[in-house]
């Protein structure tokens, strides 16, 4: 299942990673001292060899307990436990099971049939349809990864069979699924809320608009790229079409309905409305559509099992990984070194953009999250910067790191269910990074656009 895929490393860091984190190193040593440094350089030589992201946070822990001496081992587990022993991450397992019944039970093939009906007489209309039915499925799955091996199957095939060229077809679905952990629900949000202590309800309502802004960026550039390399429209409107379409898609169009405007309206938790998105899902894949049989029951339960275990054990090794550099005073250290900064919210921005970049191209979206949330957040809320509005700015960097080498997890996946090579699913998804990047300097410099929503609704 591709989900389970996003949690694990695909192999060792690429040569080019070594300088950077030799250059981390020497920091670590210089700023922190010799403990926190070969803290720091266990993990990243982990890391470089491709060792799991869990084994390597846990493991690196448990050699600076050892070697210091400064806390019983017990503390290890006692903190590892603590940190999944949170309400909030039972959203998890139910968010993925719920995108992995919708996957299964003949959902995605509705979306995708109403999106293009109403928006296929657009040019590049396969395109553009791309991009809706990714917004639609974002606002049931929470993961880009399973909306990139859920939909992308269905919409590179019909690009390829209305002639479009494979790298671009390949490149807006490998953007358009960045999409999925913006909009609400969103699995990053969740663990980004647990580890910054913030509600993780006003992050998904914070992440409504810069989704939409997303997709809105991505259907210009899809508009310029079709003008040039001359691909028309799709099909004709047609209202009938579109009736006919929304009617058999109509019950699979309630799912992010039901999620969003029940955690808007108070109705339930974030934590509940996962729930509420499994039952939904299992009645229309079992009741409605009758399209989910026991094997395909199973199956999906076993992959949900999986994916679950993984992320929660990345969530357990960085709960420990947190916890010592919070004890060892390393974020009041991080905080210092942008003294000079300190006054200026835009530099301090621009700063911690780049490093989330870099570290998007080399570690996972949960990896990173739950490693650099204790670091930087301080820096961020010192400067100024809302916790809310800087967890979208968070997850919007990494989720453009999945569309970057080495690591590139949605580069991976659309490689093996387009059957083209990494090298072209890199090449087409260039021209869309730009598009994105705009989208993040948007979010990064107008707050608003994050925070108009929670404050309308919350505040």
């Not at 700023?31 to 491709?50: D, E, I, Q």
């Not at 007489?121 to 993961?143: C, D, E, K, P, T």
């Not at 079992?286 to 099992?305: G, N």
């Not at 979208?392 to 080495?406: A, D, Q, Y």
Request: one cysteine or more; glycine letters at 10%; a positive charge.
């Amino acid at each position: 299942m591709p989900n389970a895929s996003s949690a694990r490393r695909r192999g060792p860091i690429v040569p080019p990673a070594i300088a950077m984190l030799a250059i981390a190193g020497c920091i670590a040593l210089a700023v922190f001292g010799y403990y926190l440094a070969f803290l720091f350089a266990a993990l990243f030589t982990m890391l470089v060899l491709g060792v799991p992201i869990a084994i390597s946070l846990a493991g690196s822990c448990l050699l600076y307990v050892y070697l210091s001496g400064q806390v019983p081992d017990l503390v290890v587990a006692h903190r590892m436990v603590n940190g999944v022993d949170s309400f909030p991450l039972l959203a998890i397992p139910f968010f993925i099971l719920a995108g992995n019944l919708m996957n299964n039970g003949g959902i995605t093939t509705r979306i995708f049939d109403f999106a293009k009906a109403l928006m296929g007489w657009m040019r590049g209309g396969l395109g553009h349809v791309n991009v809706g039915a990714s917004i639609v499925f974002s606002g049931m799955s929470g993961a880009a990864v399973a909306d990139a091996g859920g939909l992308g199957t269905i919409e590179i095939k019909a690009m390829r069979d209305a002639g479009y060229d494979q790298e671009f077809a390949v490149g807006i679905t490998a953007a358009s699924s960045t999409i999925g952990p913006i909009i609400p629900p969103s699995l990053p949000m969740v663990i980004y809320g647990v580890m910054a202590s913030v509600s993780v309800g006003q992050l998904f309502v914070a992440g409504l608009v810069p989704g939409l802004l997303m997709g809105v960026v991505l259907m210009v550039m899809i508009t310029l790229l079709s003008r040039r390399r001359g691909y028309q429209r799709d099909a004709a409107f047609s209202l009938r079409v579109l009736g006919v379409t929304f009617g058999r898609a109509f019950l699979s169009l309630l799912t992010p309905v039901i999620i969003v405007g029940g955690i808007i309206t108070g109705a339930f938790t974030p934590t509940e409305a996962a729930i509420a998105a499994v039952v939904y899902a299992l009645f229309l894949g079992v009741a409605v559509y009758r399209t989910l049989t026991w094997r395909r029951l199973l199956k999906v339960s076993m992959e949900t099992i999986e994916t679950t275990a993984v992320i929660l054990l990345i969530v357990a090794g960085a709960s420990i990984f947190a916890w010592i550099l919070t004890s060892n005073q390393v974020t009041q250290h991080v905080v210092t070194l942008m003294g000079p900064f300190a006054d200026n919210p835009i530099a301090v921005l621009l700063i911690i953009n780049l490093v989330l970049i870099v570290v998007g191209c080399f570690m996972e979206t949960i990896a990173a999250i739950t490693i650099l949330v204790p670091v930087l957040l301080p820096v961020a809320v010192a400067a100024g910067v809302d916790p809310v509005h800087f967890g979208v700015i968070m997850v919007l960097n990494l989720m453009i790191g999945l569309l970057t080498p080495p690591v590139g997890m949605v580069l991976y996946v659309l490689s093996r269910v387009s059957h083209i090579s990494f090298e072209k699913c890199m090449r087409g998804t260039l021209p869309f990074l730009v598009p994105l990047v705009i989208a993040l300097l948007l979010v990064t410099f107008i707050p608003a656009i994050s925070l108009w929503l929670p404050t309308l609704i919350y505040r």
